[in-house]
């Protein structure tokens, strides 16, 4: 499985940057590093609602000669045994070396009085205290949140050079499939998997299309995904992957480009399909064929498409995050195949402990929703004891 996903993770390049005005590119990741033209602040500036003044001469009654108020040109200047009344956030005068606080002074009409000695550099920002100038800010692969579109801006940029988010197609495949809210005939069921992966490939910020085909027809087949393909950067299709007499996809992909069929070596998720297929003229994207049972897809994404996806996105963080857990109740594992066990997590003793959440079975979806992630029980392992520690890749926030 490692292998697998390695080979995979390879073979993708992300997709060409654009440029976005800083709050559509929100989410996004940054094409290429940020660095400051310029002091952040630009200019020392106060801290303070207060007065301006000589902090080495501020003693007595203090004429107060001027005001400066944020966003003002810096024109005036602070003599010694005076003071100018400063806004928060505007332009330090000339010869001034500290800020007092107005709650700090006594004040009478335009003269006061400082109740204490101010130090030299009080209540003042310094020009590039925040970020000097020649400073690399960010880091091409960030992915671009609040603080730092508020930096982007702070330092005068309106668009920012990203990757975009990947267009997703997700296409599911069976003649027992009925959509959800249509009428289910007898032996049919709704298709759980491609609402599963369109609402996990938009978890990684991805554009999606959802298309179901309830037929088992080779011709069908290929033309909706011909017609979907100039619109996709990425095609995922579920079902139809493994050995059996109307498993057609195997059939359609392979003769739509260089995909390759695999039995990989995890459970759930066995028959896999991965490869390459022209969308456009000299243009090919990458194809994913995931099994059809809905806990074997939902793993399958999660070990395999994500970590596209989001390579695609120019992202350095591939997967979810992990944690180590101890295990509240034994594990029965298969020789030779990496199994991911779904687990609730709590807190113990100051550890996460982690306990499989039932019947594991690969249709079995309820299991997924009583799940806060995948415990990974190594392929050189058929069983785990109690207490025994394992990696736990986590699907929600715990």
């Not at 902090?55 to 005076?82: C, F, H, K, Q, Y």
């Not at 017609?227 to 195997?250: C, F, I, M, Q």
């Not at 995890?266 to 456009?280: L, W």
Request: hydrophobic share 40%.
């Amino acid at each position: 499985m490692p292998d697998h996903l390695q080979r995979i993770v390879e073979s993708i390049r992300p997709l060409s940057p654009i440029q976005l005005s800083l709050l559509d590119s929100s989410g996004c990741a940054l094409a290429t590093d940020v660095v400051a033209h310029e002091d952040i602040p630009p200019f020392d500036n106060s801290a303070m609602d207060g007065y301006a003044v000589v902090a080495e001469s501020a003693e007595g009654w203090l004429p107060v000669t001027g005001e400066v108020a944020a966003g003002d040109e810096p024109r005036l200047s602070v003599e010694p045994d005076t003071a100018v009344r400063i806004m928060t956030g505007a332009a330090l005068p000339a010869g001034a070396t500290a800020v007092v606080p107005v709650e700090h002074v006594d004040e009478d009409g335009e003269r006061i009085r400082l109740r204490q000695a101010p130090q030299p550099g009080a209540h003042i920002r310094r020009a590039g205290e925040s970020v000097e100038a020649g400073e690399t800010v960010l880091v091409a692969g960030t992915v671009l949140d609040a603080a730092s579109i508020g930096m982007l801006a702070a330092l005068g940029h309106s668009y920012a050079s990203v990757f975009p988010h990947p267009r997703v197609v997700i296409v599911s495949t069976g003649e027992e499939l009925s959509d959800p809210g249509a009428e289910r005939s007898p032996g049919a069921i709704f298709d759980a998997n491609g609402y599963v992966l369109t609402a996990l490939a938009r978890d990684t910020g991805a554009q999606t299309v959802r298309r179901m085909i309830a037929s088992d027809d080779e011709a069908a087949l290929r033309e909706t995904i011909e017609e979907l393909l100039p619109h996709a950067d990425l095609l995922v299709t579920t079902g139809g992957v493994s050995a059996g007499k109307y498993d057609l996809v195997k059939v359609v992909l392979a003769e739509l480009g260089d995909v390759q069929f695999h039995k990989v070596g995890m459970r759930p998720g066995m028959p896999q399909a991965f490869g390459f297929i022209e969308a456009d003229p000299g243009r090919v994207i990458p194809c994913f064929g995931l099994p059809g049972n809905p806990v074997s897809a939902y793993v399958s994404f999660e070990v395999f498409v994500r970590p596209t996806i989001r390579r695609m996105q120019g992202r350095r963080d591939l997967s979810r995050p992990r944690i180590s857990a101890a295990l509240e109740a034994p594990i029965e594992s298969v020789a030779d195949k990496v199994e991911f066990v779904r687990v609730t997590l709590r807190r113990r003793d100051g550890e996460w402990q982690a306990r499989p959440t039932g019947n594991q079975g690969s249709g079995i979806l309820r299991s997924l929703v009583e799940a806060d992630g995948l415990a990974e029980v190594p392929s050189d392992r058929d069983h785990l004891d109690i207490g025994e520690r394992v990696v736990v890749h986590l699907l929600r926030s715990v």
